[in-house]
């Protein structure tokens, strides 16, 4: 009784088509000092229906209503018929304390969902996977419309824009993100409002700022990223090789995570610059603008050549700071973190092809075998590769695929079963289509592989 009217022919928007009016029970409050204790009292007999609240303003009028207050009641109360009235509600109108009245609920285009609204629009054989889902970065909504649905994507359009006062933009992805350019960007059609793309998001409180249509950026990876900085140590190195902003790069610099963050597009080069710059993480991250397969190579041979550390300064207690310590005494002990020679992690997020770069890692760090275990306690890198695959409810067929296809790439054999191999499951991208995380220990015999 409270979803919006029905209009399957609807093309273009009409907002004052819904509307709907609902007969209803309210107990008016004939004393306003009692509202509060009659809410209480009458719990479980009033409305509950979400975004409406149950307090109105009395419905009848009279001399005596004048800043009265009424309680709207549920569906099954009827004004007209005490026989449905509740035990409490009886002894609150014999009380004197209310009475029921009839309440007429209107209900408008501005009360109802985006979900409702469609659900009253699109044909029922076309609701099974109707567009709720969609990507939201900055002030754009970007949405991957299915064929059924494109000739209502301007309705789509202008109720997803009604109703999230956030979004400025919506726009419709018309191609495969990576399957026409290397830079991961992807063509789209603009469908209503501001045709500006330049936005600002925030993730992890690292802020980035760019431009949507020249960069990769997908806001559901979120729990990726996090899950991987969240395996990163302060102190160790890290070789981000398909950075794009610096979703993983900037938060493991907040930790004190030595990062080389690199990615071919020039402009997502450029918004990385700025987010290193915004994030005051330039000490720890550093950014390039190279071929990934390249940078793999040349990163290894000049970490191996570099030497940088930075001080760390201890922020002082409530007492350092206080007046009453003396300032030679309120200074803590300065801590040097020493950059390694040697990157503990690789970050290859390009599932589209990220595994064909693997063979970029053989005889990576052939004559520098002395450096890693077991001449020393250092490991040789752990490689996080992500990828796509079919989807099945165990992923087993999909792990021992991703495998092969590691393998294949590496020159060396790695299986499922192995120690230090995770296969993660990321997220659904397409009904048949998942995206995996491939994580494993570098192999010595690729690591120091005569090329």
């Known amino acids: 009784m409270f ?3 029905v209009n399957r022919t609807m093309r273009q928007l009409d ?35 979400e975004r409406c609240t149950v307090v109105r303003s009395d419905p009848v009028e009279d001399g005596l209503s004048k800043g009265r207050k009424a309680l709207l009641l549920r569906p099954d109360i009827r004004p007209d018929d005490a026989s449905t009235w509740t035990q409490t509600i009886n002894q609150l109108v014999e009380k004197k304390v209310v009475a029921v009245a009839a309440f007429e609920l209107e209900l408008n285009y501005d009360y109802w969902t985006y979900h409702d609204i ?24 970007h949405l991957n419309l299915r064929e059924q649905y494109l000739p209502y994507k301007g309705l789509i359009a202008t109720v997803l824009l009604d109703k999230n006062p956030t979004i400025r933009t ?15 960007t992807f063509a789209y059609e603009l469908l209503l409002g501001d045709p500006n793309l330049n936005v600002e998001v925030k993730e992890e409180d690292c802020f980035f700022r760019f431009d949507y249509s020249k960069v990769y950026w997908n806001s559901r990876l979120n729990t990726e990223h996090r899950r991987l900085v969240e395996m990163f140590q302060a102190g160790e190195a890290v070789c981000d090789v398909m950075a794009g902003v610096g979703p993983f790069a900037v938060p493991a610099g907040k930790k004190r995570v030595f990062v080389w963050a690199n990615d071919l597009n020039p402009d997502s080069y450029a918004s990385l610059n700025d987010a290193i710059k915004r994030n005051k993480v330039h000490q720890f991250v550093k950014p390039f603008n190279e071929d990934g397969r390249a940078f793999i190579r040349n990163s290894a041979i000049q970490l191996l050549k570099k030497d940088h550390s930075v001080d760390i300064r201890p922020r002082p207690s409530r007492d350092q700071a206080s007046s009453k310590v003396p300032k030679k005494q309120s200074a803590p002990p300065k801590q040097i973190l020493k950059q390694p020679k040697t990157f503990d992690h690789y970050v290859m997020n390009l599932p589209a092809t990220a595994i064909t770069f693997l063979d970029a890692f053989t005889g990576l760090y052939r ?18 590769v992500h990828c796509f695959s079919t989807k099945s409810d165990d992923n087993k067929e999909e792990k021992i695929k991703i495998c092969e296809a590691i393998s294949s790439h590496l020159g060396c054999r790695i299986t499922p079963e192995d120690p230090e191999v995770e296969i993660w499951d990321v997220r659904d991208v397409a009904p048949n289509k998942r995206m995996f995380c491939a994580s494993f220990r570098l192999p010595q015999e690729v690591a120091f592989r005569h090329i």
């Open 170 to 184: 919506v726009i419709n992805k018309i191609n495969d993100v990576g399957t026409e350019n290397e830079y991961r």
């Open 367 to 384: 004559g520098h075998e002395a450096l890693f275990s077991p001449h020393t306690e250092t490991k040789l890198p752990v490689i996080h």
């Open 118 to 141: 469609m659900d009253a629009i699109i044909p029922e054989g076309e609701q099974d996977e109707l567009p709720t889902g969609f990507n939201i970065v900055g002030h754009v909504a």
């Open 15 to 49: 907002r004052s088509f819904f509307q709907k009016k609902v007969p209803l029970a309210a107990a008016r409050v004939l004393d306003t000092k009692q509202i509060s204790k009659c809410k209480t009292e009458l719990g479980k007999e009033l409305l509950s229906l």
């Open 3 to 5: 979803r919006p009217p």
